[in-house]
């Protein structure tokens, strides 16, 4: 007889924490599908501001201008973005302009495969990881226009001698020459805490 309580209590505890289980992962999804919408409308939007203002400042004095204006303000935009969302934006490369934005050793994984699913034609999605103080979503940044390439394409092609001497003053360890169109130029970074 106590062997069989032993067991259908054993059987009911499986059962309980299965449920329990079962209760914490729907929650866990409810809470991922809600980081995922939030990086996605954080990278969305700080892709849009960057590119108005790069482009705006392209068309309005040239691509010198632009990578002045990108020096002094790509991160005060980045910031105040973050600010508005509640969230902190970052990008990073394993190409790296700026060395603070270079990628760790997690990052650079996720990079290879966004690299090789990019080389065979197959889609890229996002990525959220999860770490016990804090969830980041990560979302690839893809050189998508000729704009792009006019300080991250071909230093001999696509990159005018002024240009590139603009960037080696203002950035002496660049990386992040060289891209092609399609090729990924690194990732948006969106940290949420827990």
């Given at each position: 007889m106590?062997?069989?309580?032993v067991?259908i209590?054993f059987?009911?505890?499986?059962?309980?924490m299965?449920?329990?289980?079962?209760?914490?992962?729907?929650l866990d999804?409810a809470?991922?599908?809600?980081?995922?919408?939030k990086?996605?409308?954080?990278?969305?939007?700080?892709?849009?501001?960057?590119?108005?203002?790069l482009?705006?400042?392209?068309?309005?004095?040239?691509?010198?201008?632009?990578?002045?204006?990108?020096?002094?303000n790509?991160l005060?935009?980045?910031?105040?973005?973050?600010?508005v969302?509640?969230?902190k934006i970052?990008?990073?490369?394993?190409?790296?302009?700026?060395?603070?934005?270079?990628?760790?050793?997690?990052?650079l994984?996720?990079?290879?495969?966004?690299?090789?699913?990019?080389?065979?034609?197959?889609?890229t999605?996002?990525?959220?990881y999860?770490?016990?103080?804090?969830?980041?979503?990560?979302?690839?940044?893809?050189?998508?226009?000729?704009?792009c390439?006019?300080?991250h394409?071909?230093?001999?092609?696509?990159?005018?001698?002024?240009?590139?001497?603009?960037?080696s003053?203002?950035?002496?360890?660049?990386k992040?020459?060289g891209?092609?169109?399609?090729?990924?130029?690194?990732?948006?970074?969106?940290?949420?805490?827990?």
């Amino acid at each position: 007889m106590n062997k069989l309580v032993v067991i259908i209590g054993f059987a009911l505890s499986v059962f309980i924490m299965s449920s329990c289980n079962q209760q914490s992962t729907q929650l866990d999804e409810a809470t991922k599908k809600e980081w995922l919408t939030k990086g996605k409308q954080a990278t969305k939007t700080l892709s849009a501001a960057l590119l108005k203002q790069l482009s705006g400042q392209i068309k309005e004095s040239g691509t010198v201008a632009a990578i002045n204006y990108c020096n002094l303000n790509a991160l005060a935009i980045t910031d105040s973005i973050s600010e508005v969302l509640g969230v902190k934006i970052s990008r990073v490369s394993h190409r790296n302009r700026n060395p603070n934005n270079k990628a760790n050793t997690y990052e650079l994984t996720l990079i290879e495969d966004y690299s090789s699913k990019l080389a065979a034609n197959k889609a890229t999605t996002t990525t959220l990881y999860t770490e016990k103080t804090q969830n980041t979503f990560y979302a690839p940044i893809i050189m998508g226009i000729p704009t792009c390439l006019k300080c991250h394409g071909n230093t001999e092609a696509d990159i005018e001698p002024e240009v590139l001497q603009v960037i080696s003053k203002k950035y002496p360890a660049d990386k992040a020459t060289g891209f092609k169109m399609g090729e990924l130029r690194g990732l948006f970074k969106v940290e949420f805490e827990k």
